[in-house]
């Protein structure tokens, strides 16, 4: 009975389909793996609690999955706050450029790739999707904090950390891939495309066929702002989401962030071809990019997940508030209260993060074979009380440091110190 | 000596006009006051020391004022999270006017006004300025946990919780103010008229009269929703704000909520008179009541303070996320990320609101004189650090849960556990 843990006396959300709250359950996760989950069940912990498991007292609180951040730079948090409040040009060139030629080298990609993924397990976000330069040390990062993770080198035309000479760019995201695989069973690699305006036509479709022969997730930046059509010098008359797909890159492999500047058409056309976007609210916001139409997203059956982006531009990670953001930004602006509802927040937040980044069936819900990857949220906060509904207390109330238990893969990553 | 409490070793933002950061600044407060602030002055701090003052160590995290929450219904905790996502109509009607109607009594309006006071002391906020039905149990409360607080009795039109008879609503506010009075030199009455559309005319002119014969702040919902004009019955071609001051109740005394739907003309009235408003960015998303063109009134020289509402609507009361929500939801819908920079909505938060309830000369900055409600924040968190810039960490990045000591009149009223 070795390996057992048992999470129990919580309010069991597993985010399956179709399933309701479970009021009072329990999760039995042995190697790694959910073997059993569902209404207490006094007799089985009893039985494994006397063999030896490791139990897991929720004390009241939610049993939940893990969280997903499906978009974000996570050496970026070595400049958080760096620069705020200022047009996005001046933001770029003035300040977050110099900076990243300045600072930006193996050493600090690890401690500050380590940094944002332990911020990140602290906030009960198991699992993150990635994109930077020098990605290998990110990699390396992710594989000894023990985040699940999806770990994208940085593709753009430009002399880039770590590829002084861009015609190399592709060949370098190849290396990457072949050297961090065996790196850790968590940490999967993907080419990550900077964007349709900092990627030629030849490197965009140079970087999904190396995708594609590697079976990895294709991620680019697409549609942030509403200038961007413009700044493409290839593409005159196109959206940006009818040249992407004109270039033959999208497919169900295919991961779409931002996608702030969409059209019916260009919905249409993500919806035909099978990508899932990822949403970022609060980077859109503090970025002045726009909002997103993801209520219509939503309806025309897209996965969306959410992503904070990186510390530059939000300037934290944190899952909880970006899932309050979403749920409340979009009746703002359309002046109805009933688009994002908080369980379909808290969807984006897990099961169809998850399945955005191609890891549907390993994480983002809780059932059993998928991952030990669950998180304990304490429901005892003053901010907290009373709680009538656990997704309401989860998108509109709770915080990220209300967060009391993180486990990845069955291996406990986070624990609240509990006085 | 005695009465003395030294706040040292931190980051001193005083939210004074002009003054610097002062990197490693202290706080002296005698007997409730503020009487030395500024860059560490070893001499004096080891003298205080010395002589029995109490040493608060804010191990390099902002000594700042206490945050000014300057709207909530402290009360309605009870029904946080109740029911959300849901049309206005169906929200009041079928799920908190039946709630009120059925839970709303002296003993529960004074045990959750007293939660509510512990949620906001526990997030930084040392005053508030509350409005509700049998609001002297209310205020019971806020004299009782130790916040600093305008506390308004509800008028309207209707039966409430505690009025009945609807005619007698100004004698209920008017005995209201002067049962309080004496209650605490913290709490200070308020005649507080739920809106345009539930108060008559006559009831507002009443109110208004009632406030300024007894020298207090009149509160008031304005222009929350778009549908608001037409639901005026005496009002047919008037905007919310013009018939407002049609009715001779707008003056420096007189505190608009909300505010969301107002034009150019409007902003232009609340400048002349030198009303305050108070923003309230989470419950007008989260009720799809519009965004507030609260940019305009900054520049207009209006005086703008932050606001969470009621949990019902919200949920929390979390200046920190009003802060953060306020900095970037104007940026998104303005395509402007200049807009609402961190220092303008950490002034909301502090000197601003302040300055809004008429509590300019007592609170919300730190100066020799005012009164010693001070907040310590932890900026060793994993999500503040690193900390480049105090504003934009307070605002883009800090949490409640950041918050370590609060004092309000000197006297310690929170205390973070630190292990």
């Given at each position: 009975m070795e390996h057992n843990i048992v999470i129990y006396n919580g309010i069991l959300?597993?985010?399956?389909?179709?399933v309701p709250v479970i009021e009072d359950g329990f999760v039995h996760v042995r190697q790694g793996k959910i073997v059993h989950c569902g209404p207490n069940h006094s007799d089985l912990v009893e039985n494994l609690s006397r063999h030896g498991a490791r139990m897991i007292d929720a004390r009241g609180g939610i049993i939940m999955p893990g969280l997903v951040n499906g978009h974000t730079h996570t050496p970026m948090s070595m400049f958080r706050g760096l620069a705020d409040d200022l047009p996005l040009e001046v933001w770029l060139n003035e300040h977050i450029f110099p900076a990243e030629a300045r600072d930006v080298n193996p050493e600090s990609v690890e401690k500050w790739a380590a940094h944002s993924c332990r911020e990140m397990l602290a906030g009960g976000i198991t699992t993150c999707c990635d994109g930077y330069f020098l990605e290998e040390y990110a990699a390396k990062a992710m594989a000894d904090t023990g985040i699940r993770a999806v770990a994208g080198q940085g593709v753009i035309d430009f002399p880039a950390p770590g590829v002084s000479d861009p015609c190399g760019n592709i060949d370098h995201a190849k290396a990457f891939i072949e050297k961090i695989c065996g790196l850790s069973d968590r940490v999967r690699p993907s080419v990550f495309c900077h964007s349709p305006y900092t990627c030629s036509k030849q490197t965009l479709v140079a970087g999904k066929n190396l995708a594609r022969d590697k079976g990895v997730l294709f991620q680019i930046h697409a549609a942030e702002t509403r200038a961007e059509p413009g700044m493409i010098k290839e593409n005159k008359n196109m959206s940006v989401i009818a040249y992407l797909d004109s270039l033959g890159i999208l497919d169900p492999d295919t991961l779409l962030i931002h996608c702030v500047w969409l059209d019916e058409k260009d919905i249409d056309i993500i919806a035909r071809r099978g990508c899932a976007v990822i949403h970022c609210p609060e980077s859109n916001m503090k970025l002045a990019s726009g909002v997103a139409p993801v209520p219509d997203m939503v309806s025309a059956g897209l996965t969306v997940g959410l992503g904070t982006d990186g510390c530059a531009s939000n300037n934290d990670q944190d899952i909880f508030s970006e899932m309050g953001t979403a749920a409340k930004l979009h009746k703002a602006v359309r002046l109805d209260p009933c688009v994002m509802d908080a369980r379909t927040c808290l969807k984006m937040a897990t099961i169809d993060g998850a399945k955005a980044l191609g890891l549907g069936d390993v994480t983002g819900s809780i059932r059993?074979?998928?991952?030990?990857d669950i998180i304990v949220v304490d429901t005892t906060g003053l901010h907290m009380t009373p709680m009538h509904d656990p997704y309401s207390g989860l998108v509109y109330a709770a915080r990220a440091s209300d967060v009391l238990w993180v486990m990845v893969d069955g291996k406990v990553r986070f624990r609240k110190n509990l006085s």
């Open positions: 959300l597993t985010m399956e389909e179709g059993p074979g998928k991952a030990g």
